[in-house]
């Protein structure tokens, strides 16, 4: 189950292909007919637009929720999908401004991709990168808000991957006896909340300092006014600083 940000509608679904779609007084506005075999993870989007929804099948359909002018439900319409593994997602995750979205699956890859397109024109997303993970085990995923942090729960350990660079940041093992059963980053993208055991553990997200310096340097090699290039290089020392005093290493 999940609710729309705009609080016009909730989602439910199950195992079975049967995504339902309500208002908030419990009347259906629609059901929405899903391919997947077998229904693994259902999501709103963060700007309350999109459902999606992944499953046994390879790909991740993506919905979107069109309301009129006045606020009254009009229909589902196919929106788009992301495409390109070769066996079932386990989850996906949205960014903040759903710009980006990211897919973990069980072939033991990840998917990164840009989808802010003109799907009405039959633009497809564009996946910006791939990458392996350790275990085609059951695995979960965040996105960071700005999506620049990757983060995939895969048994009772967390990997963080750099959006930035393609790498493989750090892991943090065992952190519970039993298995990751929810995986969310704050607003801010500050911290990582990771659930199991019946116990929440915050992390604050390191990963996130280092992907900040190295996207500034990145934005540094292109042409910048002096003030956006001032802003840069402080926000350049700024998490350097943070870092240091964490006792973390900082990009070279």
């Known amino acids: 189950m999940d609710i729309a ?8 679904c199950s195992k079975v292909n049967d995504l339902i779609i ?9 059901t929405v007919e899903m ?13 309350g637009r999109f459902v999606a929804a992944s499953g046994f099948t390879p790909d991740v359909n ?42 973990v699956s069980k072939d033991g890859t990840y998917r990164f991709y840009n989808t802010k397109i003109e799907f009405e024109k039959g633009e497809d997303p564009h996946v910006l990168m791939t990458g392996t993970w350790n275990t085609a085990a059951e695995a979960s995923l965040a996105l960071s808000p700005n ?22 940041d750090t892991t943090i093992e065992d952190i519970f006896f039993g298995p990751i059963t929810c995986l969310a980053f704050d607003a801010m993208g500050e911290y990582l909340l990771a659930a199991g055991d019946k116990h929440i553990k915050i992390f604050r997200n390191v990963t996130g300092y280092r992907t900040a310096i190295e996207s500034a340097k990145r934005k540094l090699e292109q042409r910048q006014t002096q003030a956006t290039k001032e802003r840069l290089e402080k926000m ?17």
């Open 62 to 103: 993506v919905w979107e929720v069109v309301f009129n002018k006045s606020g009254e439900f009009k229909a589902v319409a196919k929106a788009f999908d992301l495409a390109g593994h070769t066996s079932g997602v386990h989850d996906f995750g949205f960014s903040a401004d759903t710009s980006h979205m990211a897919t």
């Open 147 to 168: 999506a620049e942090v990757l983060v995939i729960a895969h048994g009772s350990s967390i990997s963080f991957y750099s959006t930035i660079t393609g790498v493989l």
């Open 5 to 12: 940000c705009t609080g016009k509608y909730i989602i439910t």
């Open 236 to 252: 350049i020392r700024d998490n350097k600083e943070l870092l240091e005093k964490m006792g973390e290493k900082c990009p070279e």
């Open 35 to 47: 391919h997947l075999g077998s229904t693994y993870r259902a999501r709103i989007s963060p700007c």
């Open 22 to 30: 309500w208002d908030l007084k419990g009347q259906i506005l629609a």
